[in-house]
């Protein structure tokens, strides 16, 4: 395989709309194992590319930086509300798998994140075990949301084909399936003409994503190497802090996600309430992976800057020293 420079993988990160780094700072570090990392999982191949994509029924994206292959699975069957306010299926209410392959090439890992209505949860519990995949995690993402919506987690591992033809198998009778989705129906405006994205992106410190008239931002933590079952888990397989914008600039929706080790957590914690965004869920999605990673979820209203600052400041307590509590 040709080495992958530098500015390869800087461009082809930020033209995704993922961020390489958690700051500035570090991006020199940070680069460096970026590229050993990319350059230590073997890439999925064309064969096993169209494998997946055959098995799904959607064609995805592969990020050959990370060597991950995802399809994104957005619910928009669904008309969701926070707090009585009509928000975009792009606001959060969207899932994904991934594959990659495993760092000794002999394997490959399947991730996912799945949107579920309480009464679809169970029974796609049932499906996925029979069909050889796992469950890691299940739970909230929000307050207020109406309907009520939980998040399951699944992974597996094995051939390529034989895990997309599993999960294919597993969600095929969902709403879930790609080919049960109903169109999207394009909005008259985008997030580009709703948000003063210039100045959300100087807060953050890093581009973002237009996804209608929502705003995304991906952080993955690349200042962390994370393995479970035998693969490095990457910015694109779900090892990522992220932040979304709903609604107009003065009165914005912020829902998001942050990746933290277990000494990040209360520093976390103590920074989103200062800026008065509310936690809604803390939990793991992995199993078995190393270093332990916990997820936090957060939701806050008001103008989009002002929030944005709050995600940052959260941002800034990771990589960190924090003193953790001594039992």
Do not use: C
């Not at 209410?93 to 949860?121: C, I, N, R, Y």
């Not at 996925?128 to 909230?140: F, K, P, Y």
């Not at 490095?232 to 802090?241: H, K």
Request: charged letters at 20%; aromatic letters at 6%.
């Amino acid at each position: 395989m040709s080495k992958i420079t530098r500015r390869e993988i800087i461009t082809g990160i930020l033209a995704t709309g993922t961020a390489l780094t958690l700051n500035q700072t570090t991006l020199a570090q940070t680069t460096e194992k970026t590229e050993s990392s990319a350059l230590r999982t073997p890439p999925l191949t064309e064969a096993e590319i169209a494998a997946i994509e055959t098995a799904v029924g959607k064609k995805g994206r592969y990020v050959e930086a990370e060597s991950v292959y995802t399809i994104p699975l957005p619910r928009n069957d669904l008309k969701v509300t926070i707090k009585g306010e009509t928000v975009p299926i792009s606001f959060g209410f969207g899932g994904w798998v991934s594959v990659k392959k495993t760092l000794d090439g002999k394997a490959a890992v399947l991730m996912s994140d799945t949107v579920l209505l309480q009464e679809e949860v169970n029974p796609l519990i049932s499906r996925a075990q029979a069909n050889g995949l796992e469950v890691s995690a299940i739970h909230n993402h929000f307050f207020y949301e109406e309907p009520r919506i939980f998040y399951m987690h699944l992974h597996g591992t094995g051939d390529v084909a034989g895990l997309a033809k599993s999960y294919a198998a597993s969600i095929k009778s969902t709403k879930l399936f790609p080919a049960n989705q109903t169109a999207q129906t394009a909005p008259t405006k985008t997030a580009k003409e709703i948000f003063d994205l210039p100045a959300l992106d100087k807060i953050v410190g890093t581009p973002g994503t237009v996804n209608g008239t929502a705003y995304k931002f991906t952080i993955g933590r690349t200042d962390q190497t994370v393995t479970a079952m035998g693969a490095e888990m990457t910015t694109n397989v779900g090892l990522n802090s992220w932040a979304a914008f709903a609604g107009t600039t003065e009165t914005a929706h912020i829902a998001g996600d942050i990746a933290m080790l277990e000494s990040e957590v209360n520093a976390v914690i103590r920074t989103l309430r200062s800026n008065d965004l509310q936690v809604v869920a803390l939990h793991h999605h992995m199993l078995g992976e190393s270093p332990r990673i916990i997820f936090l979820h957060y939701y806050g209203k008001g103008g989009a800057t002002k929030l944005a600052e709050g995600f940052r400041f959260a941002l800034n307590e990771l990589g960190k020293k924090h003193e953790t509590m001594k039992m």
